[in-house]
């Protein structure tokens, strides 16, 4: 019997960070336990609403933000902030499958249709400490962050957000 899992990131800023795998994912955002989101609603918008109401202080609001498959196949991901650095190499990462079911040239020249633009291999921290999001349509985020795009021929591609 198969289970269901969540991949849990450790991260300054869940919100950014969840936004960014967000679009690389194609994943959404969850709506609050109860509250019905109408069609194109803000889900981190109604989330703020929610914990406000609850009484949650506005300084604890970004403590953690989950990602899921609006499909329901891959796993959930889930980020929690915590207040030190990193001091050591990840020991697990999420490697993109950017063109699945395509083979040789075809795979290596790259997706038409990702969510975002992967960066063709090039450093997607944003050099000088740019928190984690999206800029001019590609992602960014801390140095020395990580992910990988795969390819058939082997790990290419950017390193983004971790």
């Not at 936004?19 to 955002?29: K, Q, T």
């Not at 075809?106 to 944003?126: I, Q």
């Not at 990580?146 to 390819?151: F, H, L, V």
């Amino acid at each position: 019997m198969s289970r269901h899992i969540q991949v849990t990131f450790d991260a300054h800023d869940p919100r950014a960070l969840s936004s960014f795998w967000r679009d690389v994912l194609g994943y959404v955002h969850p709506g609050p336990p109860g509250v019905g989101l109408p069609e194109g609603a803000d889900p981190l918008a109604a989330w703020d609403d929610f914990l406000a109401r609850v009484g949650v202080p506005e300084e604890q609001r970004n403590s953690k933000s989950a990602i899921e498959d609006p499909d329901g196949h891959g796993p959930r991901v889930f980020f929690q902030q915590v207040p030190e650095d990193k001091v050591a190499k990840n020991r697990v990462h999420l490697d993109v499958r950017a063109a699945p079911g395509r083979q040789g040239e075809e795979r290596m020249a790259g997706p038409d249709d990702c969510p975002v633009d992967l960066g063709g291999g090039e450093d997607l921290t944003g050099g000088g400490g740019v928190e984690p999001g999206l800029q001019d349509g590609r992602p960014t985020g801390r140095p020395g962050s990580r992910s990988c795009a795969d390819s058939s021929l082997g790990r290419t591609g950017p390193r983004s957000p971790a």
